[in-house]
């Protein structure tokens, strides 16, 4: 089974930054693809970006597009959302999850593995 934590949310002003972090442990596969999502209090969870393990093909939420970036360090089983330019509309509790990487990387419902969560707070 494998395990994904979250670190790196927190409190920041608006166009501040940060850079969250997903590990993996456990199982695994050079197959899998990671996806950052987030979920506002309310809302559905939101997808924001995700990259395949081993080929590195890179998708963007509208949202996300231009301001943040999605990388990962193989060696370390770590994947990092890189977010630049916050806006409040962004405060949500941010997740990691894993898939296999054939299919849509976008659906919230393929993915069979979640972090636990790492909350991001944009002040206004």
């Known amino acids: 089974q494998a395990q994904l934590v979250e670190s790196g949310g927190g409190l920041v002003q608006a166009g501040g930054s940060l850079r969250l972090s997903c590990a993996a442990s456990?199982?695994?596969?050079?197959?899998?693809?990671v996806g950052w999502f987030r979920q506002a209090p309310g809302n559905e969870r939101e997808f924001v970006a995700a990259?395949?393990?081993?080929?590195?093909?890179?998708y963007y939420a509208d949202s996300a597009k231009g301001r943040f970036t999605i990388s990962r360090a193989n060696a370390e089983n770590t994947v990092y959302l890189q977010m630049n330019s916050l806006k409040p509309e962004d405060t949500a509790v941010y997740y990691c999850a894993a898939k296999r990487a054939p299919g849509p990387l976008k659906n919230v419902s393929t993915y069979d593995y979640w972090g636990q969560g790492t909350q991001v707070t944009v002040s206004s």
């Open positions: 456990g199982r695994t596969s050079s197959s899998y693809a």
């Open positions: 990259i395949t393990w081993s080929v590195g093909y890179i």
